[in-house]
């Protein structure tokens, strides 16, 4: 379960485009806007690791010979998503949103964009891989309900704090404390990603 947590909260920390527009919601919108909102992305998530989880269960139980390859890859993945937010840009306004449309056309079009972004899946594979849950225990269908059950919690966790913070503070927080603490997101998850595919690769072996 301690896999699953890990990888939800992860998987959740890098959407980091998600997590500033639900901040921009909170600083423009209603408490209901930033529900949809955080509602939307903590629900495109899950649907990426319930399809993860069993997916890379499967194959690691079947394909075990290919063990070796599938790491590397998800070195690869994680170092490409190390790449992106070295390279992303600096968040610099909050109150750009302009008017906003109802909380369900919120909800549909934060849902969507996050469950049509073509790296989370493999993002979520790399990120159960490196977190070494079908190393340190054996690929069998009795683990998979356990793990997302952890991925749940993650992903709760994460999308959960950001609405309570969006809903209640962000109107009351000054714009420039929100904008550091929002930018230190973006070189965390770069050093985080570099040791995820340091510890993929370590794994290798």
């Not at 890859?73 to 949103?97: I, W």
């Not at 049509?116 to 690929?139: K, S």
């Not at 309570?164 to 985080?192: G, H, M, Q």
Request: hydrophobic share 55%; charged share 10%; net charge positive.
């Amino acid at each position: 379960m301690l896999e699953g947590i890990t990888a939800g909260f992860i998987l959740s920390l890098s959407l980091f485009p998600g997590t500033v527009w639900l901040v921009k919601v909170g600083v423009s919108g209603t408490k209901r806007q930033v529900c949809a909102v955080g509602l939307a992305f903590a629900l495109s998530q899950l649907i990426w690791l319930s399809v993860a989880v069993p997916g890379l269960m499967m194959m690691s139980k079947h394909l075990s010979f290919m063990r070796m390859g599938m790491h590397l890859f998800a070195v690869f993945v994680l170092g490409y998503m190390a790449v992106k937010f070295f390279r992303t840009r600096r968040v610099e306004v909050l109150n750009d949103s302009g008017e906003l449309p109802s909380a369900m056309v919120l909800f549909r079009t934060a849902f969507n964009r996050a469950l049509a972004m073509p790296m989370r899946l493999p993002t979520a594979m790399a990120v159960l891989l490196a977190t070494g849950v079908y190393v340190t225990h054996l690929p069998s269908w009795q683990l998979v309900p356990s793990v997302l059950l952890g991925g749940l919690i993650g992903v709760g966790w994460w999308w959960g704090q950001m609405i309570f913070l969006s809903a209640f503070f962000a109107k009351r927080v000054p714009e420039r404390i929100t904008l550091r603490s929002l930018n230190k997101i973006r070189p965390f998850c770069a050093v985080l990603f570099c040791s995820l595919g340091l510890i993929a690769f370590l794994l290798t072996g």
